[in-house]
């Protein structure tokens, strides 16, 4: 197991934001993470990625229990998560995105060929096409370049585990079906997927496993073969399947 979450809990005062949630994510596989609103996802991903501590409960990364304290820590276990703000700088190109703060250097200085030569190869490999040059300021990417942008840099940064929280929530139905495209292109590479999404046609398009929180608790998860987007909404309502599975 790529990461796995056992019993894990996270209070904010009176809130139980998560409460003694199990969960695993695979390597190789898209893992979909569904709820209501303040269900408890985003604040499940940003425990992961070391910027909350759990309350309670433990983390395993490969089967050995670790604690991540900082998201300096999850960058160095191979965690990277893609926010939908997405924490790129406008004012740089994709090229200077890509490396910020791991530029290559050459005799002491930028080594601006070889930066160039990988992140237009990482953009290939991930058959991002749509991206013109890698010279191009960010400020004037689409949504789903700049989406594409963020998953590159976890890419070429050696990223394990890609974590997504609702990557299209802002994207047109061409973008989407380009991000979607790539959350399968990691996935295929070998790299587990967490995708926090609230939109079932993603989901079930793209997703291998779904695990569904309700008022912060993981009430169901398994393959996504195994459910239908009416049950799926069914349990992210009520919690609960009133119907046995058939
Ligand atoms: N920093 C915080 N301080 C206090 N309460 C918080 C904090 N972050 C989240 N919460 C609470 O925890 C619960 C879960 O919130 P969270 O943001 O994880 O939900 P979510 O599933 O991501 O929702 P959405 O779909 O709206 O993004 C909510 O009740 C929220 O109010
Ligand atoms: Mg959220």
Redesign the pocket.
């Known amino acids: 197991m790529l990461l796995s979450l056992r019993g894990v809990s996270k209070s904010?005062?009176a809130?139980h934001?998560l409460q003694d949630v199990d969960l695993d994510v695979l390597a190789g596989k898209v893992t979909a993470l569904v709820?209501?609103?303040?269900?408890?996802?985003?604040?499940?991903v940003k425990t992961v990625a070391g910027t909350w501590q759990p309350t309670s409960g433990e983390i395993f990364w490969k089967d050995q229990r670790t604690s991540i304290r900082t998201p300096r820590d999850a960058d160095a276990l191979g965690i990277a998560t893609v926010y939908q703000d997405l924490a790129l700088c406008d004012n740089l190109d994709i090229v200077q995105n890509m490396f910020l703060g791991h530029e290559r250097l050459r005799f002491r200085l930028l080594d601006e060929n070889a930066m160039e030569r990988a992140a237009r190869g990482t953009l290939a490999e991930l058959s991002v096409t749509t991206v013109r040059s890698v010279r191009q300021l960010v400020a004037s990417l689409s949504g789903g370049q700049r989406q594409s942008v963020a998953v590159a840099r976890a890419v070429m940064r050696d990223a394990q585990l890609v974590i997504m929280d609702e990557p299209t929530a802002a994207l047109g139905v061409s973008q989407t079906a380009q991000v979607l495209a790539l959350i399968r292109t990691l996935a295929d590479r070998g790299i587990g997927v967490l995708l926090i999404s609230?939109n079932l046609n993603d989901v079930f398009s793209v997703a291998d496993r779904i695990a569904v929180?309700y008022l912060?608790r993981l009430v169901h998860s398994g393959d996504v073969a195994g459910y239908t987007p009416q049950r799926v909404v069914e349990i992210i309502t009520t919690g609960t399947l009133a119907t046995a599975a058939t």
């Open positions: 904010f005062g809130v934001a709820g209501d609103n303040g269900a408890g996802k985003s604040t499940l609230h929180l912060g």
